[in-house]
Antibody, heavy 120, light 112 residues
Framework: EVQLVESGGGLVQPGGSLRLSCAAS????????MSWVRQAPGKGLEWVSV???????YYADSVKGRFTISRDNSKNTLYLQMNSLRAEDTAVYYC??????????????WGQGTLVTVSS | QSVLTQPPSVSAAPGQKVTISCSGS????????VSWYQQLPGTAPKLLIY???KRPSGIPDRFSGSKSGTSATLGITGLQTGDEADYYC?????????????FGGGTKLTVL
């Protein structure tokens, strides 16, 4: 059974850092493309980043230069390193799987989400 | 302001049909596949349609997708109260030097 479990969210001050983790089971992270999608309170979905099976990465303009997506194949885990956090980064962060041989943005499994709150 | 434009809300009676539009441009919908997601209150999004008109296993054929030019449409027939949710379209946008994923602003479906 495919499962994605995010962790690492919490309260952080503006300018601070946080690393989100997404532990995968039932499939191999490195064989799929993996994305982070966020949702601010009461707002719509916002695509954040993707890492392809080959290792290529892409970012939304709003997080470029501040966030870094990565994976640890030995732990079958996806990460999102978030630096220089701003109030507008406050959101529930979801990790999601893109199945092999499908177009972006096909995300067939999602985690339950982890809340990041940026506030002083 | 979302790159993809969806109506904020739609409504219809149980048993009826509804369509939700998603408008974009040549840099996104016009040259890339579209997917659709359903988000029930307090839950993670769920994939309904991918690559314009394909349904993942387990998604009933009441849900359909289509694309024409720079617009896409989600159709839902035989509306049920359980279909009340937010619906989002998504695709890839290649207008910048590095591409990016984009979503519509979401459409709230009310089943009257």
């Amino acid at each position: 059974e495919v499962q994605l479990v995010e962790s690492g969210g919490g309260l952080v001050q503006p300018g601070g850092s946080l690393r989100l983790s997404c532990a995968a089971s039932g499939f191999t992270v490195s064989s799929n493309y993996m994305s982070w999608v966020r949702q601010a309170p009461g707002k719509g979905l916002e695509w954040v980043s993707v890492i392809y099976s080959g290792g290529s990465t892409y970012y939304a303009d709003s997080v470029k230069g501040r966030f870094t997506i990565s994976r640890d194949n030995s732990k079958n885990t996806l990460y999102l390193q978030m630096n220089s956090l701003r109030a507008e980064d406050t959101a529930v962060y979801y990790c999601a799987r893109g199945p092999p041989n499908t177009a972006m943005v096909t995300l067939d499994y999602w985690g339950q989400g982890t809340l990041v709150t940026v506030s002083s | 302001q979302s790159v993809l434009t969806q109506p904020p809300s739609v409504s219809a009676a149980p048993g009826q049909k509804v369509t939700i539009s998603c408008s974009g441009s040549s840099s996104n919908i016009g040259n890339n596949y579209v997917s659709w997601y359903q988000q029930l209150p307090g839950t993670a999004p769920k994939l309904l349609i991918y690559e314009n008109n394909k349904r993942p296993s387990g998604i009933p054929d009441r849900f359909s997708g289509s694309k024409s030019g720079t617009s896409a449409t989600l159709g839902i027939t035989g509306l049920q109260t359980g279909d009340e949710a937010d619906y989002y379209c998504g695709t890839w946008d290649s207008s910048l030097s590095a591409g990016r994923g984009v979503f519509g602003g979401g459409t709230k479906l009310t089943v009257l």
